[in-house]
T-cell receptor, first 112, second 116 residues
Framework: KNEVEQSPQNLTAQEGEFITINCSYS?????LHWLQQHPGGGIVSLFM???GKKKHGRLIATINIQEKHSSLHITASHPRDSAVYIC??????????????FGKGTKLSVKP | EAGVTQSPTHLIKTRGQQATLRCSPI?????VYWYQQALGLGLQFLLW???????NRGNFPPRFSGRQFPNYSSELNVNALELEDSALYLC???????????????FGQGTRLTVV
């Protein structure tokens, strides 16, 4: 079982729809990252969370530490949001200090 | 301010050769991380350098190695290339100190390595 699970794997939405991507993890963490990867491969960090909720423009990220779960929401989705969204956790146990553990990503396609 | 820069953007090598990938972190960042993203797979942690020292490495064979220079830039070397080493290699940097930190990581655009 992967330490970081994302759902769904693939998501197709119509422009304007509200989108939710989920991430569950099984290890102790000090922070959770939401990343965006465009087809060229480069990765942009969207959010880093250790508790609560963060908002940036149309993007909202929440985390529930007790339930080991995070969600990324996109309001009023747009075709330019089409990308792979990756959840990554920074674990806090000794053997993995310093590295991120990644989910397999959610491929989002927003149709006009 | 320049972000994390990686070179080259694309690299084609023959099986058995060596590949060298380079990464320059954001100014002021002392930690550099290397990740491999093979086709169809998620990102896998390779190596973490901080202040010139290797701090941690992922589950990869010893032919994956690297170093960090005094200016905090880093090289990833892959020896005896195999076909399955074909992947996107991403570098990230973060500001850090000796203790574990949970600051944001900034990624480069990656080097796409193709082994033929």
């Amino acid at each position: 079982k992967n330490e970081v699970e994302q759902s769904p794997q693939n998501l197709t939405a119509q422009e304007g729809e509200f989108i939710t991507i989920n991430c569950s993890y099984s290890v102790g963490i000090s922070a959770l990252h939401w990343l965006q990867q465009h087809p060229g491969g480069g990765i942009v960090s969207l959010f880093m969370l250790s508790s609560g909720k963060k908002k940036h423009g149309r993007l909202i990220a929440t985390i529930n530490i007790q339930e080991k779960h995070s969600s990324l929401h996109i309001t009023a989705s747009h075709p330019r949001d089409s990308a792979v969204y990756i959840c990554a956790v920074r674990s806090n146990y000794g053997g993995s200090q310093g590295n991120l553990i990644f989910g397999k990503g959610t491929k989002l396609s927003v149709k006009p | 301010e320049a972000g994390v820069t990686q070179s080259p953007t694309h690299l084609i090598k023959t099986r058995g050769q060596q590949a060298t990938l380079r990464c320059s972190p954001i100014s002021g960042h002392t930690s550099v991380y290397w990740y491999q993203q093979a086709l169809g797979l998620g990102l896998q942690f390779l190596l973490w350098y901080d202040e010139g020292e290797e701090r941690n490495r992922g589950n990869f064979p010893p032919r994956f190695s690297g170093r960090q220079f005094p200016n905090y830039s880093s090289e990833l070397n892959v020896n005896a290339l195999e076909l399955e080493d074909s992947a996107l290699y991403l570098c990230a940097s973060s500001p850090t100190h000796r203790e574990f930190t949970n600051t944001e990581a900034f990624f480069g655009q990656g080097t796409r390595l193709t082994v033929v």
